[in-house]
Structures are given as C-alpha cells and as structure tokens.
C-alpha cells in the first residue's frame, strides 16, 4: 500500500452504522488495496455503551461524546449515522468547520439544512458526501453529479420509498387491505413503528428535496410541494387501476420547464402503465428515471433501504473521501460545491401542472347523480374520459371512477371542493394522477 491508515470516526451505531462497521471490517484488505490506504476505524460514538447490538466492536472504540469524534484531530473523516436534525447537525458542522470530510445517510438533515452545511464545507474547506441519502444502495447522486453532468434534466421521477413500494405490491398481489399488509411490514421490519413519515409521503418528499437541488440547483421546501401519501388507497383502487391498465406506485416527481425556467416537485401516488419498467419494480425495490436532454432517459433501481444497501453507499463515499485525502480528488467538486442557483428559477403554477387524473366518489346509490358529478366537472372545464360505477362497502353507496382527459391541478382543485360538498358524495374524493409518461 503506498500510504499509511486514514482513521475515520462513526457517530451511530444502530441499523446503518453496525451495516458500515461490518462490511468495513469484512472487506478491509481489498479496500485497503483498492485505495492504496488501509481504512481504521478509531472512534465510534454511541447513546448507550452497554446496548447490545448484532456487531461485537471493541469497547475501547466506544464513546458517548459524538462531538469529541467530530473534533479530534486524528479523525479526517466522520460519518454521520444518528439521524435527526439536532446533535446530528451539531457533529455535522463542527467537523467541516475543521476542513474534515463528513459522510451522511441523513435525508431529514440534508433537507432542513443543507444550505448551511454545503455553506460551511466551502468556507472551511471541508466536504460533505452525501450518496447515501437517496435510494439507498442506488448511486443515483454520483450519476447526477458526475456521468450526467453534460446534461439538463426536464423529468426526473421516481420510487423512493421502500416501504410504501413494499406495501402497495403486496396489497395488490394479496388483495388485501392497506391496514392489514401495513401491520404486515411492521412485523417484518420493513416500516417503523410510527410509519407516518413513510405512508404520507414525508420520507419521499425529503429525497425529492435533495435530487431537485442536484439536478437544479433550488432547494425546494416540502411547504412548496404537492406532497400526498398511499395511506388512503383501497385494494378496489388497485384492482380499478388495474382493469384501466395502470399499477399504482407513489413516486417523486420533478420537472422542469427551462422555457419558462419554471420547477415543479411532487409527491404522490401515480397510475403508472402496467407495460412499463416502473411499473414492475416491486417490494422493497426503489427506481429512479432521468430523462437528460443529451443523454435521453436513463433508469436505475435496486434495493433503497436496509442495512447493507445503505451501507454500501455510505462505504463508496468513505472511498471517495480517501482518495481525495490522498490527493486523488474524486468526488471533491461533486461533494464540496454547491450548485449555482438559476437566476429566477420559480415554482410552477398549479394551471401549468397537468396531467390526466383518476377520481374514486363513494356516492349514493341513486338517478341523477353521475349527472351532477359531470356537471361539477364540465363547469370547471375538466373533461371525462371515462366512467366506472361497481358497489361500494357501505349500503346504498356506488363507487364511481372517472378518469379524465388532461387537465391542470387548479381546475381539478377546485372540481374537487365542489364534488366534496355535494350531499350525495358521501366520503372525502380520492384524486390520484396518471402518469402517461414513458420510462
């Protein structure tokens, strides 16, 4: 090996951080190799220094003090695996105000604060990778910031939620309701207890942040987004789906009008054609197209969560890190740089975001209804492409699904408000949009 050991520090040790210790020790000779360095790891902070965990780690490693591996001067390179936005961002910034690279898999962190943190690497000469923090084991950011960079990106879409995906496949495959196949993924392991973040989108919504300030150069607040979860959907809603063609997946949805220099970012469950790549990626799989205006489109999927998927991630940003500690420089402009900001980028208007939509109306069960529900619908110019009327679980209810032509997010709006208030729509309208597009 031509260079003598780089120490790098780990503040977390749960589900990520055991992933990282594992395969670091697994694979230390052939890394060690590959980098030309070998990689030790000196200091690792943990909450609980008797907590059993699924790696045996020396305790002499151990620490409850994440600040002083963040600061101690031997360390160059720390990762960032607690979560959370508080001490995490603490350890974050007290490491790049040392010129240190610090590697994150913090989503939550980045979203909130990346401004400052990217700000802080620049003006300390520190970086910050963060690979690990959209769709796991996918190299998706390498891929934006490095074999695209020749490109603009119209479209970028995706699955970004593992649990959701998981859930949606097998309500469809099972036919079984989402309550049922939620409890399901909990006793797997594969949604947390308070599942929320996940099921309303809010999980989706944080990586769509960070891939738009990738490919765009904005950062988007949530506020700014159209952000909507799976936890409303029925097996009825599928098996519809299904008979209209489509598979129903909830993907982050990102576009670009450089015309009008104008950025639309969405979260929302989306009626996919059933032909389509996207469409079959199932389980616990994300995927993630790009549509470049050199390139065309490109897609990526592989699993997006998990011990070792995110791990490997998160080991590939450690390597990065060497090889520019060593002077290699790869990775420094991807990681320490800030896209420039497009001068006058806005948010899309709701009247230029369009696209055909799908509505499910439990109604009562009596004439004259589907007229007054198209007449709601043509007085706000929203034109139907189709109706299916099956019996809905509630006695003297019908459920009514209509698809429309393309239409925009205000019509449709305030279409809906409209439907809801009629005295024979009997439940809250489900809306979900169609997704024609081609991967």
Same mark, same amino acid.
């Given at each position: 090996?031509?260079? $003598?050991?780089?120490?790098?520090?780990?503040?977390?040790?749960?589900?990520?951080?055991?992933?990282?210790?594992?395969?670091?020790? %697994?694979?230390?000779?052939?890394?060690?190799?590959?980098?030309?360095?070998?990689?030790?790891?000196?200091?690792?902070?943990?909450?609980?220094?008797?907590?059993?965990?699924?790696?045996?780690?020396?305790?002499?490693?151990?620490?409850?003090?994440?600040?002083?591996?963040?600061?101690?001067?031997?360390?160059?390179?720390?990762?960032?695996?607690?979560?959370?936005? @508080?001490?995490?961002?603490?350890?974050?910034?007290?490491?790049?105000?040392? $010129?240190?690279?610090?590697?994150?898999?913090?989503?939550?962190?980045?979203?909130?604060? @990346?401004?400052?943190?990217? !700000?802080?690497?620049?003006?300390?000469?520190?970086?910050?990778?963060?690979?690990?923090?959209? !769709?796991?084991?996918?190299?998706?950011?390498?891929?934006?910031?490095?074999?695209?960079?020749?490109?603009?990106?119209?479209?970028?879409?995706?699955?970004?939620?593992?649990?959701?995906?998981?859930?949606?496949?097998?309500?469809?495959?099972?036919?079984?309701?989402?309550?049922?196949?939620?409890?399901?993924?909990?006793?797997?392991? #594969? !949604?947390?207890?308070?599942?929320?973040?996940?099921?309303? %989108?809010?999980?989706?919504?944080?990586?769509? /942040?960070?891939?738009?300030?990738?490919?765009?150069?904005?950062?988007?607040?949530? =506020?700014?987004?159209?952000?909507?979860?799976?936890?409303?959907?029925?097996?009825?809603?599928?098996?519809?789906?299904?008979?209209?063609? #489509?598979?129903?997946?909830?993907?982050?949805?990102?576009?670009?009008?450089?015309?009008?220099?104008?950025?639309?970012?969405?979260?929302?469950?989306?009626?996919?054609?059933?032909?389509?790549?996207?469409? %079959?990626?199932?389980?616990?799989?994300?995927?993630?197209?790009?549509?470049?205006?050199?390139? $065309?489109?490109?897609? #990526?999927?592989?699993?997006?969560?998990?011990?070792?998927?995110?791990?490997?991630?998160?080991?590939?940003?450690? /390597?990065?890190?060497?090889?520019?500690?060593?002077?290699?420089? *790869?990775?420094?402009?991807?990681? *320490?740089?800030?896209?420039?900001?497009?001068?006058?980028?806005?948010?899309?208007?709701?009247? =230029?975001? =369009?696209?055909? #939509?799908?509505?499910?109306?439990?109604?009562?069960?009596?004439?004259?209804?589907?007229?007054?529900?198209?007449?709601?619908?043509?007085?706000?110019?929203?034109?139907?492409?189709?109706?299916?009327?099956?019996?809905?679980?509630?006695?003297?209810?019908?459920?009514?699904?209509?698809?429309?032509?393309?239409?925009?997010?205000?019509?449709?709006?305030?279409?809906?408000?409209?439907? %809801?208030?009629?005295?024979?729509?009997?439940?809250?309208?489900?809306?979900?949009?169609? $997704?024609?597009? /081609?991967?």
């Amino acid at each position: 090996m031509s260079g $003598g050991p780089v120490n790098i520090g780990l503040c977390g040790l749960g589900t990520v951080g055991q992933g990282v210790w594992k395969h670091l020790q %697994g694979a230390r000779a052939e890394l060690g190799t590959r980098l030309g360095r070998p990689i030790v790891v000196k200091r690792i902070a943990v909450r609980s220094l008797t907590k059993a965990r699924g790696v045996r780690v020396p305790a002499s490693r151990l620490t409850t003090d994440a600040l002083s591996v963040a600061t101690d001067p031997q360390i160059p390179i720390v990762c960032e695996l607690m979560g959370g936005t @508080g001490i995490a961002r603490e350890v974050t910034l007290a490491a790049l105000r040392q $010129g240190k690279a610090v590697i994150s898999a913090n989503k939550a962190l980045i979203c909130s604060h @990346g401004a400052e943190i990217f !700000a802080a690497a620049r003006r300390h000469g520190g970086q910050f990778f963060f690979e690990a923090s959209v !769709a796991g084991g996918i190299p998706i950011i390498k891929a934006l910031r490095e074999g695209l960079v020749a490109n603009r990106f119209p479209r970028i879409y995706g699955i970004l939620n593992g649990t959701c995906n998981y859930i949606l496949t097998q309500m469809e495959a099972q036919g079984a309701p989402y309550a049922q196949v939620l409890a399901e993924a909990k006793r797997l392991g #594969y !949604a947390e207890a308070d599942e929320a973040l996940d099921v309303e %989108g809010w999980d989706t919504a944080h990586k769509a /942040a960070i891939l738009a300030w990738l490919a765009h150069g904005a950062w988007v607040n949530t =506020r700014q987004m159209i952000v909507e979860g799976i936890d409303r959907l029925t097996p009825a809603d599928l098996h519809n789906a299904a008979t209209l063609g #489509y598979r129903i997946k909830l993907l982050a949805l990102i576009t670009r009008d450089f015309d009008r220099n104008e950025l639309s970012v969405r979260v929302h469950p989306t009626l996919l054609p059933v032909a389509s790549v996207m469409a %079959g990626v199932g389980g616990v799989f994300n995927a993630i197209a790009v549509s470049g205006d050199v390139v $065309g489109t490109t897609l #990526y999927t592989g699993r997006g969560a998990g011990q070792d998927a995110t791990a490997s991630a998160v080991i590939s940003d450690i /390597a990065d890190a060497v090889s520019a500690l060593s002077g290699g420089g *790869a990775g420094r402009a991807a990681a *320490a740089e800030l896209p420039a900001s497009p001068s006058r980028l806005r948010r899309s208007p709701p009247e =230029r975001i =369009r696209c055909r #939509y799908y509505l499910r109306l439990t109604v009562r069960d009596q004439p004259g209804v589907l007229a007054r529900v198209a007449s709601v619908m043509a007085r706000h110019r929203v034109s139907i492409a189709s109706v299916l009327q099956t019996p809905a679980e509630r006695p003297g209810a019908a459920s009514l699904v209509l698809t429309t032509h393309e239409s925009d997010e205000r019509s449709v709006g305030h279409a809906l408000r409209v439907l %809801g208030a009629l005295k024979s729509v009997l439940e809250r309208p489900l809306l979900l949009r169609i $997704g024609d597009f /081609a991967d």
